[in-house]
T-cell receptor, first 115, second 114 residues
Framework: AQSVTQLGSHVSVSEGALVLLRCNYSSSVPPYLFWYVQYPNQGLQLLLKYTSAATLVKGINGFEAEFKKSETSFHLTKPSAHMSDAAEYFC?????????????FGTGTRLQVTL | SQTIHQWPATLVQPVGSPLSLECTVEGTSNPNLYWYRQAAGRGLQLLFYSVGIGQISSEVPQNLSASRPQDRQFILSSKKLLLSDSGFYLCACRGKGTGSYEQYFGPGTRLTVT
């Protein structure tokens, strides 16, 4: 079974500061991992994905994440926060067994960006 | 690329009334389809998924049901709504054969049961 833990339900950073959102996973098979962003009253948008190729994955809006097998982590980073980054972020791991292809999501981290 | 449509966008229904939420997908054939619920301040809960027409799997026993009458149509229903059915309902799809397992989400339906 797969699971994802997101440390910190709320993170606040100043505009221009580094963004670091933490995600640790548990998986019985080599994982596929994802980060999604959700703006208020909208659906989830895929930011980036790790599918066992390069361990450093670049996504949209300047975000990137690094897969570290030894630490079972897939933390999301952005060098310089922008006000428009304020949203909720979800980490997810894929069930690659069977035909269902289910995703297991973390509980989310709300990012606040202050002036 | 696939596009997911959901309607209605918002809905206010009294307790005990029926429910029908619709999701349609464009840009892919024979996708996997999913219904999620997001309660206020909480994460996503997978309610149902479907790997093909007429094939529905339920993840959580509850007051809701799902149907897939056409390849790219997924419907969430209830005969009698409960207060606890309030939430933000998201439809998602995954194209088969993509090899990477990501899901794409619709814009969601905000349901308030009063």
């Amino acid at each position: 079974a797969q699971s994802v833990t997101q440390l910190g339900s709320h993170v606040s950073v100043s505009e221009g500061a580094l963004v670091l959102l933490r995600c640790n996973y548990s998986s019985s098979v080599p994982p596929y991992l994802f980060w999604y962003v959700q703006y208020p009253n909208q659906g989830l948008q895929l930011l980036l994905k790790y599918t066992s190729a390069a361990t450093l994955v670049k996504g949209i809006n300047g975000f990137e994440a690094e897969f570290k097998k030894s630490e079972t982590s897939f933390h999301l980073t952005k060098p310089s926060a922008h006000m428009s980054d304020a949203a909720e972020y979800f980490c997810a791991v894929s069930d690659r067994t069977g035909t269902a292809s289910k995703l297991t999501f973390g509980t989310g981290t709300r990012l606040q960006v202050t002036l | 690329s696939q596009t997911i449509h959901q309607w209605p966008a918002t809905l206010v229904q009294p307790v005990g009334s029926p429910l029908s939420l619709e999701c349609t997908v464009e840009g892919t054939s024979n996708p996997n389809l999913y219904w999620y619920r997001q309660a206020a301040g909480r994460g996503l809960q997978l309610l149902f998924y479907s790997v093909g027409i007429g094939q529905i799997s339920s993840e959580v026993p509850q007051n809701l049901s799902a149907s897939r009458p056409q390849d790219r149509q997924f419907i969430l229903s209830s005969k009698k709504l409960l207060l606890s059915d309030s939430g933000f309902y998201l439809c998602a799809c995954r194209g088969k054969g993509t090899g990477s397992y990501e899901q794409y989400f619709g814009p969601g339906t905000r349901l308030t049961v009063t």
